[in-house]
């Protein structure tokens, strides 16, 4: 897994509900103690290439989307275990914002 990935998931480890919520805004679905939040993002994604001026190109199809996925499970009011979802450059901005 990415590092930047995994650091941005256990940035949330121990986190309360509404610091999430203050985060990522109300989740997408929520059952008894798991809340999902449900992230898409439509603009085109840089892609490196090994050819070209500078080795990037723009590449992402037209209508293609980075979507990330984040399912926290919670306990005693506390992030306790996550899943997420997603395209790894794209999750890797939800990671908790420091202070």
């Not at 998931?9 to 990522?24: K, N």
């Not at 798991?34 to 001026?53: I, M, V, Y």
């Not at 306990?75 to 999750?91: I, K, M, Y």
Request: a positive charge; proline letters at 6%.
């Amino acid at each position: 897994m990415d590092s930047e990935l995994s650091a941005a998931r256990e940035s949330w480890r121990g986190a309360t509900y509404d610091q999430v919520v203050a985060a990522w805004g109300p989740p997408a679905q929520s059952a008894k103690d798991s809340h999902t939040w449900l992230s898409e993002d439509r603009a085109p994604q840089a892609q490196r290439s090994g050819g070209g001026t500078g080795g990037v190109i723009f590449g992402a199809p037209e209508g293609a989307a980075a979507r990330c996925d984040r399912t926290l499970t919670f306990r005693d009011g506390r992030v306790l275990d996550q899943s997420w979802n997603g395209a790894p450059e794209f999750c890797k901005r939800f990671g908790r914002p420091r202070r």
